[in-house]
RNA sequence: GCGCCCGUAGCUCAGGUGGAUAGAGCAACAGCCUUCUAAGCUGUGGGCCGCAGGUUCGAGUCCUGCCGGGCGCGCCA
């Protein structure tokens, strides 16, 4: 509809400027956009004020010249108005609206989408926790953020790939294999060897190490350690390799449990892609990388460490990529990494972090610059840590002591749908406290169940209407005319509207417009439900409102599965 | 100290890339089930959009400075 109108004025523009009324120079993008006041038309726009500078004429005296062009070949408009400074004020024909309905019947689930990423290759990379722990609730935010958002994409006409980083190179996950190792020893009741290894952790050179040790405490490594004491090829093994037994299972085992996690939270991946594929000494990425910008003379040595140039690129310092005792930083791993995701052939590149690691922004983006790609195809979307409470108080956390709630139990507590929906409610950059007894026991006002229940009762009429042997004729035979309550106009009027938010909120990238959009449509259905009856002796009328609210469950379901949350058929 | 994010109703937050009189949910108060699901509906009250300037026909939205909150600033990952 709005195209349409779109194409009418631009038509309209170039009419005036054949006749001379106008003399504009290039015409200008026109700004169409629902008024907020009813009063005021279904559209309006403003190019008239837009031109009033350049055509030194007031704008209303434009606006008029413009009306005066418009041709309405369709039919859809029913007026035009010109008000305020210089508004076009555009009321469509509430005929011209009906058509809306016949679209999504005939487009059904695929009401909404579009081409406009022209199938380009988008990678979106989130999650990404470290093989170390559980998955927390933060992690949850991401991967609904990521997952959402993959959909989003994918329904917005992009070829996108999701992939899960895993950091199985570094010390982090040396910790983890000692932290086992040790708890085997502990419990093996050698206390003077389990003290050996903690003594060894604590010497890492980590300077953030202030506690005794770096080793993880959580529950879960006892459950490991026990776990590999009852394997008999663990015993079999000489005491040297049960460490790295225990590192190697251990990455195996939380991996393993990150991707059930996930998996029952809805979110999958096409790639599970391993930091040490990146040191592959038969294909080293991570030297290939760095003498790729050497060559480019973006590297030097100082201090007996390699640094890259990124002030270059508008970062603060320069960064280390190799440290003087000869091993590569995280950083280094991480420019092979996204050097390798462009070799790959995307062309856009998204990474879902937590907001924490914003400061690592500048030299990534400095990085991209350096490997030669434009900086604008790596986006980093930040997503917000979650507070946890529980009536109304912070829930205390601490990895490192253990005592942290992880997603699962989230999860369990909550069910996936709430915990999804709650995630996706606000911008994915501000705060979030996610209350485990509001999400959970005030379920009834929770807006998860308001939106799921719309599609429920809608499924419910349906099941009714099938009991009384309704039978729903094809859309084309139905009179839809007989639609004309304003409570059915907005509904249609939101309905029409949704393929444009679809393409905006990808664009954006920003998947809680949809959970907006959501509460307004079931706010409007639910509205409209208590007042009207829509199976009643009236057949003609019943076939037209079955019509119109088969449209809203059908997108209510879209939106709904671009979200990952399920469309129940009863509650 | 420097950098990034945030500041909108009592609370939690929207506000479509500059448009007309700033919205929703929760909380508070008053009502609605012999009817396709009351996990629902209807109504009421509630605002210096942190503060001060600037840009222009027009600013919650863009720019600058300040105030307040969060986060980050390693040859860690």
């Known amino acids: 509809m709005k195209d349409k109108l779109i194409c009418i004025?631009?038509?309209?523009?170039?009419?005036?400027?054949?006749?001379?009324?106008?003399?504009?120079?290039?015409?200008?993008?026109?700004?169409?956009?629902?008024?907020?006041?009813?009063?005021?038309?279904?559209?309006?726009?403003?190019?008239?004020?837009?031109?009033?500078?350049?055509?030194?004429?007031?704008?209303?005296?434009?606006?008029?010249?413009?009306?005066?062009?418009?041709?309405?070949?369709?039919?859809?408009?029913?007026?035009?108005?010109?008000?305020?400074?210089?508004?076009?004020?555009?009321?469509?024909?509430?005929?011209?609206?009906?058509?809306?309905?016949?679209?999504?019947?005939?487009?059904?689930?695929?009401?909404?989408?579009?081409?406009?990423?022209?199938?380009?290759?988008?990678?979106i990379e989130f999650v990404s926790a470290n093989p170390t722990g559980p998955l927390h609730i933060g992690h949850g935010r991401g991967a609904a953020v990521g997952d959402s958002l993959a959909r989003l994409l994918s329904f917005a006409g992009y070829d996108v790939k999701r992939e899960f980083y895993i950091n199985d190179f570094g010390s982090q996950v040396e910790n983890l294999g000692n932290s086992i190792y040790f708890k085997y020893r502990e419990l093996s009741g050698d206390n003077?060897?389990?003290?050996?290894?903690?003594?060894?952790?604590?010497?890492?050179?980590?300077?953030?190490?202030?506690?005794?040790?770096?080793?993880?405490?959580?529950?879960?490594?006892?459950?490991?350690?026990?776990?590999?004491?009852?394997?008999?090829?663990?015993?079999a093994l000489p005491e040297d390799e049960k460490k790295i037994y225990c590192r190697e299972e251990g990455i195996k085992m939380m991996l393993r449990q990150i991707g059930e996690t996930l998996l029952k939270f809805g979110v999958s991946f096409d790639e599970w892609y391993s930091e040490r594929k990146l040191y592959d000494p038969k294909n080293n990425l991570v030297r290939a990388a760095i003498d790729e910008l050497r060559e480019k003379g973006l590297v030097f040595e100082d201090g007996g460490a390699v640094w890259l140039t990124t002030t270059r690129f508008g970062d603060d310092k320069d960064r280390v990529l190799i440290r003087n005792?000869?091993?590569?930083?995280?950083?280094?791993?991480?420019?092979?990494?996204?050097?390798?995701?462009?070799?790959?052939?995307?062309?856009?590149?998204?990474?879902?972090?937590?907001?924490?690691?914003?400061?690592?922004?500048?030299?990534?983006?400095?990085?991209?610059?350096?490997?030669?790609?434009?900086?604008?195809?790596?986006?980093?979307?930040?997503?917000?840590?979650?507070?946890?409470?529980?009536?109304?108080?912070?829930?205390?956390?601490?990895?490192?002591?253990?005592?942290?709630?992880?997603?699962?139990?989230?999860?369990?507590?909550?069910?996936t749908d709430a915990c999804r929906f709650t995630f996706l409610l606000r911008r994915p950059d501000s705060h979030l406290d996610f209350d485990l007894d509001l999400v959970k026991s005030q379920s009834s006002e929770n807006p998860v169940?308001?939106?799921?229940?719309?599609?429920?009762?809608?499924?419910?009429?349906?099941?009714?209407?099938?009991?009384?042997?309704?039978?729903?004729?094809?859309?084309?035979?139905?009179?839809?005319s007989r639609l004309s309550l304003p409570e059915e106009l907005a509904i249609i009027k939101r309905l029409s509207v949704f393929p444009e938010l679809v393409e905006k909120a990808a664009e954006a990238k920003e998947p809680h417009r949809l959970t907006y959009y959501l509460q307004e449509l079931a706010g409007e259905l639910h509205g409209y439900y208590f007042r009207h009856k829509f199976i009643s002796d009236d057949l003609e009328l019943t076939y037209a409102r079955m019509h119109l609210v088969k449209a809203v469950r059908q997108v209510i379901a879209t939106a709904l599965g671009l979200l990952g949350v399920s469309a129940p058929e009863s509650m």
Do not use: C
């Open 449 to 480: 169940y308001y939106v799921q229940y719309a599609h429920a009762r809608l499924s419910s009429v349906f099941r009714q209407a099938a009991e009384k042997g309704i039978v729903l004729p094809p859309i084309e035979k139905v009179n839809l």
């Open 325 to 415: 005792n000869g091993q590569t930083t995280y950083f280094a791993s991480d420019i092979a990494y996204h050097r390798d995701k462009f070799m790959r052939g995307f062309r856009e590149i998204v990474d879902v972090w937590g907001a924490d690691h914003h400061g690592y922004i500048p030299r990534m983006k400095a990085a991209i610059q350096a490997l030669g790609h434009d900086p604008d195809e790596f986006n980093v979307l930040l997503v917000q840590l979650v507070n946890l409470m529980r009536e109304g108080q912070p829930v205390k956390m601490s990895k490192r002591a253990g005592t942290f709630v992880t997603l699962e139990e989230v999860m369990d507590e909550v069910g």
């Open 192 to 235: 003077e060897a389990a003290k050996v290894v903690r003594a060894e952790a604590a010497d890492d050179e980590t300077p953030g190490a202030q506690d005794t040790s770096n080793l993880y405490l959580g529950e879960y490594i006892t459950d490991l350690a026990k776990d590999f004491i009852a394997r008999p090829e663990f015993q």
């Open 9 to 123: 004025i631009h038509y309209a523009l170039l009419k005036a400027k054949e006749k001379g009324d106008l003399s504009i120079q290039e015409i200008p993008s026109i700004v169409l956009e629902v008024p907020k006041e009813e009063g005021h038309g279904d559209f309006a726009t403003t190019v008239a004020l837009s031109l009033a500078k350049s055509e030194k004429k007031p704008p209303r005296k434009i606006a008029e010249i413009i009306k005066d062009a418009i041709e309405d070949s369709g039919g859809i408009l029913e007026r035009i108005e010109i008000a305020g400074p210089g508004y076009i004020n555009f009321f469509i024909k509430d005929s011209a609206w009906l058509s809306v309905l016949s679209e999504i019947e005939g487009k059904g689930a695929n009401y909404g989408r579009s081409d406009i990423g022209k199938s380009k290759p988008v990678q």
